[in-house]
């Protein structure tokens, strides 16, 4: 009687393996996948070409950014100097 139920169970095992696989590769179960965390060919890669954009144009305008503040810095340099002009410089008469 034992024997009968280790060799059902072992049965069992072997039909249950290529049921699965069957049920596993369904299209039901791969867009399941896919939609809750699975990768999807087509949609990773349309999804990474994305955010490469995005992180190009965040590095162009991270330098745009730089660049327009050094300019800032520079014109409120050149006005802080027009409102303070420096004293009068006049060179020391030569030693004769």
Known sequence: MMLWGFLLLIVLVA???PILA???ESPVVRR???RYGGESGRGNAEMTRRI???ETDMQDLTQSLETL???TEFVRRLL???DNPP???TLPPPDQ
Request: proline share 0%; aromatic share 0%; hydrophobic share 50%.
């Open 15 to 17: 039909l249950a393996i």
């Open 22 to 24: 069957i049920v596993l």
């Open 32 to 34: 399941l996948s896919e």
């Open 52 to 54: 490469e954009a995005l």
């Open 69 to 71: 503040r050094e300019e």
């Open 80 to 82: 802080d100097d027009a």
């Open 87 to 89: 004293a009068s410089r």
